[in-house]
């Protein structure tokens, strides 16, 4: 069974502490993926990764950073958290074989940033 | 930019019945349009998709169309059970990286 794990369930972090967000895919996948998810507003692109130590901006990276130093790790970096961050944090997964390829998604962080 | 919009953010049926999503899209350059839907406590997972190059697909229950020139595309679940009762996202893409969704819609199936 395909899986997409991501490190936290939930994560309560202060304003402008640094928080590190995990994501793990066991599918040897080249593609992944951030998006948030925020009512009325579905998912949105933070950043994604189309290789190992790749990545180009989505469209709402402004706060974020990302690093994939291994092909089945990508984090997420808030730099300093800040309120307007707390949100849903959705990790995916994708294989390169098409763009047409389905995106698995991990379970979610839900980040309360006080 | 880019845009998708999703009717009705809340749809409650009667069980049995049967229940039609629908989006919109802006950018003509689209073809592919995945619908995604979320569990509560999960992530979205992949239902169904369509390319441009065909304007239906079903697969048992669940059935997409696209209407190309009106930019249009809807979600059809028939016979709706309890564990359809979920958050539904359409999507447009192009072909690349970057995937836009809906704002979703929430359906309840009531037993």
């Known amino acids: 069974d395909v899986k997409v794990t991501q490190s936290s369930r939930y994560l309560v972090k202060r304003t402008g502490e640094k928080v590190f967000l995990e994501c793990v895919q066991d599918?040897?996948?080249?593609?992944m993926f951030w998006y948030r998810q925020d009512p009325g507003l579905g998912l949105r692109l933070i950043y994604f990764?189309?290789?190992?130590?790749?990545?180009e901006k989505g469209d709402i990276p402004e706060g974020y950073s990302v690093s994939r130093e291994k092909k089945e790790r990508f984090s997420l970096i808030l730099e300093s958290a800040s309120t307007n961050q707390t949100s849903m944090y959705l990790c995916?997964?994708?294989?390169?074989?098409?763009?047409?390829?389905?995106?698995?998604f991990g379970p979610g962080t839900r980040l309360t940033v006080l | 930019g880019e845009n998708v919009e999703q009717h009705p953010s809340t749809l409650s049926v009667q069980e049995g019945d049967s229940a039609v999503i629908k989006c919109t899209y802006s950018?003509?350059?689209?073809?592919?349009f995945p619908w995604y839907k979320q569990e509560l406590g999960k992530g979205p997972q992949l239902i169904i998709d369509?390319?441009?190059?065909?304007g239906e697909k079903k697969d048992q229950r669940i059935a997409v169309t696209l209407n190309k020139t009106a930019k249009h595309f809807s979600l059809h679940i028939t016979e709706t059970q309890p564990e359809d009762s979920a958050v539904y996202f359409c999507?447009?893409?192009?072909?690349?990286?970057?995937?836009?969704f809906g704002a979703g819609t929430r359906l309840f199936v009531k037993a």
């Open positions: 950018d003509s350059a689209s073809n592919y």
């Open positions: 990764s189309y290789d190992v130590k790749m990545k």
């Open positions: 599918m040897d996948h080249e593609n």
């Open positions: 995916a997964s994708r294989s390169a074989g098409s763009t047409y390829n389905e995106q698995f």
């Open positions: 369509i390319r441009s190059n065909v």
């Open positions: 999507a447009a893409g192009t072909g690349g990286f970057k995937t836009i």
